[in-house]
């Protein structure tokens, strides 16, 4: 019975997802933008989230809007909308009509941060499409290993692992991650996290983010300290003609003699330029996850 919970929603996801997959690209993305829309009626819970997260960060004067807030939300969620379609084009092995539409800025940074033989640390955000910037990474510049949270769904999770190899991705789960990290790292492999979301707190120190305390995770700090692996940001934006990679420069690790203190300001580091990249383009940022729990206020 637990089984079949599990099985005919997949299909179910299946049967939806398979005819969008086949769209023209540019029709594919005027579909998502309906989904989008259609999420952002409907899914109020998120919304209402959403929401609140964008209006906190302006309220705390550390985010500028050119126009109204909903106007942003509404926008994140047709971005959203995009982003499944796009993903399930690439499930569907249509992913190099979704490709052609990728420029890169910045490859050069990780070229020079992997010349120094130590593995490189990659860290992003749920900005833009995440997924995507994960497999053209693999796909064009290296082969990248993700860390990543199981699915709930065994069945949708083995697709999306089948679907990562296929492309060059390999996986990495969090229960037991770091030992495999640090095996990555040693024969001079390429590990993305994404490092913006709130985590438990065991697997987290209490930093600021856009403004206010928040859990964010410490294993990249950790890994950064323990292997001398340089670390490069790197994100993903939607543009006029399609998508926009940018690889950032090596994230200098902190000088502080205090073990504790550096692992701090590392943490905060490698979360600037996530915030400075939500403050740039806030529509592009995953706005429906609550960030900011598990603190008191």
Not at 45 to 56: C, F, V, Y
Not at 120 to 136: M, Q, R
Not at 159 to 172: A, D, F, M, P, V
Not at 205 to 213: C, D, E, Q, W
Request: aromatic share 8%; hydrophobic share 45%.
């Amino acid at each position: 019975m637990k089984r079949m919970r599990h099985f005919l929603p997949f299909v179910l996801l299946a049967v939806i997802t398979s005819p969008l997959a086949v769209l023209p690209y540019r029709i594919a993305l005027r579909a998502g933008d309906l989904l989008g829309i259609l999420a952002y009626v409907f899914w109020s819970s998120r919304r209402r989230i959403a929401l609140e997260n964008l209006q906190g960060a302006v309220d705390r004067g550390v985010l500028v809007l050119a126009t109204d807030p909903r106007s942003i939300i509404r926008q994140n969620f047709r971005n959203l909308g995009r982003s499944v379609i796009e993903v399930a084009k690439i499930y569907y092995g249509f992913g190099q009509s979704v490709f052609r539409h990728v420029a890169v800025k910045g490859e050069e940074n990780y070229r020079k941060a992997s010349q120094k033989g130590r593995g490189v640390l990659c860290v992003t955000a749920h900005c833009g499409n995440w997924e995507l910037l994960a497999v053209y990474i693999s796909v064009k510049i290296a082969r990248i290993t993700i860390v990543a949270r199981k699915q709930d769904n065994p069945y949708l999770n083995k697709c999306i692992e089948r679907t990562r190899e296929k492309y060059g991705n390999q996986t990495i789960y969090k229960e037991g991650a770091l030992k495999k990290m640090l095996a990555s790292l040693k024969k001079g492999g390429l590990i993305g996290i994404l490092m913006d979301q709130s985590v438990i707190r065991s697997e987290g120190i209490i930093v600021p983010f856009l403004g206010k305390n928040a859990y964010a995770m410490k294993t990249p700090a950790i890994l950064a300290r323990k292997t001398g692996s340089p670390v490069v940001p790197a994100f993903i934006r939607r543009t006029k003609d399609g998508h926009l990679i940018e690889v950032g420069e090596e994230i200098p690790l902190s000088a502080a003699a205090d073990s504790e203190a550096a692992l701090i300001q590392d943490t905060i580091n490698f979360l600037r330029p996530m915030e400075d990249f939500i403050k740039h383009y806030p529509a592009e940022w995953l706005w429906i996850h609550r960030r900011w729990k598990r603190i008191r206020e």
